[in-house]
């Protein structure tokens, strides 16, 4: 039986398992003497959490564990087999047993067509051990908890208990995850650092990870300078953001204080949809239309425009970001307290000098850590500029050149067949070290503002 079909499965009995306990405890409240300490639903969503949370979780352990353990047995069975293999040739063994069982290969190997055959069969078994005991875990525990209602326990409070748990839970896997993935990258990082000197990489103007093709070339280890990388990253947030800035401030004050509201419900979805185009549609009208755009204007004006310019890169990224802008300031604005604009308004003040010198000066903290939101996401965007943008890593602020940004890069260096312990390959590490240190002073910058310039009103 399938994962999902035993996902639907054990929803169904929950949802069985709600309606019959709802349903059982409004019956026992409605001959009770006392009064009951939770409401029918509330015994309904407490039958929910045992019928399927368990359930649920025995059936995720035994999926990632299972197959682990099966292959554990198969390779215990192939490296006993033959002493002599080594551990690369175990794998590729049970790399073609498995696939043979998947009916990808064939073989006629007798050895290895008997063992595919056999971890076919142990797939089998384990799946089926799976089925019953994730609908047996699930029916009984829906059995006992919907067959023992009892309406003086607080089924309310065993609910929130739960969900506070869970909530916790959900937040300590965030937590973890952020703190292994600054982990990993770190780790990489460091053994970039013990081939390349540090101070090297922040400080060097040249970057050109270059394979040698003779041992004498210029350059043969590689120059990681990373400030010709970061320069063209920042110029082309730059360009963004001042694409994006005006356009998404304006369309949010429009919005928030002067657009009716059937004007509004046209307007914003329409913004919005500029938040659901996915971003290699960007790369793809940057490169097709903006920069043959842009290079056939600079030509016309006798400007020498890169085919592969930050300002095309830029503005597209700009239009990207838009919505990003519209919709948070659109909020802010929305939260600034309606009673300082009726009292602007009272002292004969117009609704533009209303918005101008008591609603934006209110919203302005939020829209500070707002702009320096949407400058941390223009800066970490990747498939506009890797579709867009050079990579060619000048030392230029002409926003006509051709630049390159941290996210092409990372990507260039860690596509192809370069060893992944080659130094051009953990210099990725590096940058993506770079990268993250640079937003995060972003959005602490954003935090620390928006506490410093907040203001409450009443």
Do not use: C
Request: aromatic share 10%.
């Amino acid at each position: 039986m399938s994962f999902s079909t035993l996902l639907f499965l054990i929803i169904s009995f929950s949802l069985f398992s709600f309606f019959f306990s709802s349903n059982s405890a409004l019956k026992k409240i409605k001959v009770a003497t006392v009064k009951p300490s939770a409401l029918p639903k509330h015994y309904g969503q407490n039958s929910i959490v045992w019928t399927l949370f368990p359930a649920f979780l025995l059936l995720i352990v035994i999926t990632i564990i299972g197959p682990k353990f099966v292959d554990n047995i198969y390779i215990q069975k192939i490296s006993s087999s033959n002493e002599n293999l080594t551990e690369a040739e175990i794998q590729l063994i049970l790399a073609k047993i498995k696939n043979i069982a998947l009916g990808a290969i064939s073989s006629n190997e007798a050895f290895v067509l008997k063992l595919s055959e056999q971890y076919n069969n142990s797939l089998s078994k384990l799946y089926s051990i799976r089925a019953l005991s994730v609908l047996l875990v699930s029916s009984i525990l829906g059995v006992i908890v919907s067959s023992n209602i009892n309406i003086l326990s607080n089924a309310r409070i065993k609910v929130e208990k739960f969900f506070r748990v869970l909530f916790f839970v959900s937040a300590l896997i965030a937590i973890l995850t952020t703190i292994a993935i600054i982990a990993s990258l770190l780790f990489e990082a460091i053994r970039f650092f013990s081939l390349y000197p540090f101070f090297d990489f922040l400080f060097g103007l040249h970057w050109a990870p270059n394979i040698a093709i003779r041992s004498d070339q210029v350059a043969a280890q590689g120059s990681f300078g990373m400030l010709p990388v970061l320069l063209g990253t920042v110029i082309i947030a730059f360009i963004a953001m001042l694409v994006a800035l005006p356009i998404g401030l304006f369309s949010a004050i429009y919005l928030a204080e002067f657009a009716s509201k059937n004007v509004r419900n046209i307007i914003k979805p329409t913004l919005e949809v500029l938040a659901g185009i996915p971003t290699v549609v960007y790369g793809y009208f940057a490169a097709l239309t903006a920069a043959p755009f842009f290079r056939k204007v600079g030509m016309s004006l006798g400007l020498d425009v890169s085919s592969e310019s930050a300002l095309a890169a830029g503005a597209v990224m700009g239009i990207m970001i838009i919505p990003f802008i519209s919709s948070l300031s659109d909020d802010i604005i929305n939260s600034v307290p309606q009673s300082l604009r009726d009292g602007s308004l009272g002292l004969g003040a117009t609704r533009a000098e209303t918005t101008l010198k008591v609603v934006l000066p209110a919203a302005f903290p939020g829209l500070v850590g707002a702009f320096l939101l949407a400058i941390s996401r223009a800066i970490g965007e990747t498939m506009i500029v890797v579709m867009a943008a050079g990579l060619s890593a000048n030392l230029t602020i002409n926003p006509l050149d051709t630049v390159t940004t941290v996210t092409v890069q990372i990507v260039s260096l860690l596509t192809g067949d370069t060893e992944f312990d080659d130094i051009k390959t953990l210099s990725a590490f590096g940058l993506g070290l770079a990268l993250f240190v640079f937003t995060l002073i972003l959005n602490i910058i954003a935090l620390i503002v928006s506490r410093k310039l907040s203001e409450q009103y009443d």
